[in-house]
């Protein structure tokens, strides 16, 4: 067995891609990207670096169970942590670290978001195992996203000298969201790469650190490594999980640490943020258009149109057509339609707003 | 029983309103204007007059009978006259006229559009009032509309001297859709109307018209006539029908035919000719939006939101939702989704073009 674990982070909710995305359907469960859910491809795409789905762990929330397991088949059940509640990300490291070390002392871990695209796999796997031999000596180390634009939704990364001997570089510091005149400093600098929630490390490491800086974790970790040797290991998460410090790993333990390092990843990244970079990325005809198949397109330009309907029993056909219309994001769901130019695809926050105040909350 | 018999002429197709119209469910059929279907409006409109359901007839397609009766339960069977095959409005008007002589040999008849809007019906019912009293005297009359603009889509009637002793004006001709320069010529001299398609006359009056103008069409009137009194009238339909000549009433007799009288009507009418005058007809919010119940507008101004999809057997909700878009035409049914800007309304025609080259005959 191979001693790299992977951890995908798939707790995600989010609003920006209603209709498609709901409570019981995240981002990352969707596949906004290209023909495959977000969480499919991402663990796809480290498989050849675990060598099977025996290495691959699956954080995500009760409700989310049934859809990602359908999705996911090949994952074995031991490896889905079930969060009985939302504790942001340091809770759920914390428990996977302590999983992994026990099936392996000499365990890395890489820990991955669910719901990000990356173009050029080959080039995030040479990042991967850059990054690996980087915490194989002991740095807790993170991949950062090279910036194309001066992002304001983003932490970044400040980056320091080449570490001797190692694919990596020292990082100076985390910085948070930026505002506009700061990002455009950073990416004018050079200097800043965008912190993408990639973090590779020795599970050990990782221990010791939240030892040191949120010993109440490490306390839940070890109570919940007690009830494990019991074999009730669910039953204690179910209990302790809840009293657990809700903060993010970023902030909670590895700001905290020294020694962080660093490998810069140029792999065609994207958070798939909104409809508008669904549409960046998806496959468009000569119009520019996305659209599903056998959709009538007069005259249209660059919309973006999907087809989540559920298939029809019968063999009734059915057909979206496009006349003289430019620039639209188009959604279709079994229960809504909607219409938004891309330039405002932010906005469907609103729609979700207004559904949960006039208490269609199964809407959203 | 009252003289005075409607023939609502239904047998129409037209994809001006895809996909809402279909070959199986035309124009007439759909509440374009309203709530409640156009051919049930017109037939209510004219209720006051008909005196009953009994003094009215519907000419309509095999293919439309289902449809057509369930939307107007209290027609009497036998007042559904079912086209055997589509031959313009000369056969069917002339077997209307044989209808009702067999009926009442004093009958007067009105012809009247199915699929056409009327604001006012008070003063539409004014105007036919007056047309019946005019055919009463013997003329073959007609009602043009007061035009509105310079249409080219309409055929008119030149309007003459007021006829002595009636409430009508003597008909100088009827002109041929015309160009841009002659409608604008037309609407600037006030002597011209629009053939709404509207016809009031006594029955034997049309009978002897058609007997001098096209008497191929009472020959085969004759026959039916003759096979009606021995019990097999659908019989000698089906056979002679498709023999008549398939011209209009308009040019095939009436345009023939001295001591035409014309009544101008000032009643709000609308052929409903397109979605864009659909949305003019309609109930609009402060933001001139017309949607259905729930709909989330965000922004959005002047849509033309329709949902005809099937209500959904189980309690599951819907819904449709548009932000920031504008001047819109959206159209969900169960089998398709039509976006186009209401000024492009018209070009919904290519979709079906599309479709049926497509060989997707069954969304048309």
Not at 160 to 180: L, M, S
Request: hydrophobic fraction near 45%.
């Amino acid at each position: 067995m191979s001693d790299i674990f992977f951890l995908i982070l798939a707790g995600g909710a989010g609003t920006r891609f209603w209709p498609a995305s709901r409570a019981s359907r995240p981002k990352q469960l969707l596949p906004l990207s290209g023909a495959e859910p977000l969480i499919l491809e991402t663990a796809r795409r480290v498989l050849p670096l675990a060598l099977g789905w025996g290495n691959i762990l699956v954080a995500s929330g009760r409700h989310l169970v049934e859809p990602t397991s359908r999705i996911l088949p090949d994952l074995p059940k031991e490896n889905l942590l079930v969060e009985p509640v939302a504790r942001n990300t340091a809770p759920c490291i914390g428990w996977a670290v302590s999983t992994v070390l026990r099936r392996n002392p000499n365990a890395i871990l890489v820990v991955l978001p669910s719901d990000h695209h990356i173009g050029d796999p080959d080039g995030f796997r040479k990042a991967l195992r850059d990054a690996i031999a980087s915490a194989e000596r002991g740095a807790i180390t993170t991949i950062g996203i090279s910036p194309t634009h001066a992002e304001t939704g983003f932490g970044y990364i400040e980056v320091g000298d080449t570490i001797e001997g190692a694919p990596a570089r020292a990082v100076v510091r985390f910085v948070e969201k930026p505002n506009r005149e700061r990002a455009e400093e950073f990416v004018a600098s050079g200097r800043f790469l965008w912190n993408a929630g990639m973090f590779i490390f020795r599970a050990r490491d990782m221990l010791r650190a939240i030892e040191q800086h949120l010993p109440a974790l490490a306390q839940g970790m070890a109570a919940i490594d007690l009830a494990a040797a019991k074999g009730a290991e669910e039953e204690a998460v179910s209990k302790i999980f809840p009293t657990l410090p809700a903060v993010s790993i970023d902030k909670g333990v590895i700001e905290h640490t020294s020694g962080l390092a660093v490998v810069p990843g140029y792999f065609g990244w994207s958070d798939v943020g909104s409809w508008q970079s669904a549409w960046e990325l998806g496959e468009k005809d000569a119009a520019k258009n996305t659209s599903p198949k056998g959709a009538i397109l007069v005259e249209a330009y660059g919309n973006h149109v999907v087809d989540l309907r559920s298939p029809d029993p019968g063999p009734k056909k059915r057909v979206i057509a496009l006349v003289g219309v430019s620039d639209l994001v188009v959604v279709e769901t079994d229960d809504a339609l909607l219409i938004v130019p891309r330039e405002r695809a932010q906005d469907v926050r609103e729609v979700v707003d207004r559904l949960k105040k006039r208490g269609d909350e199964d809407l959203t």
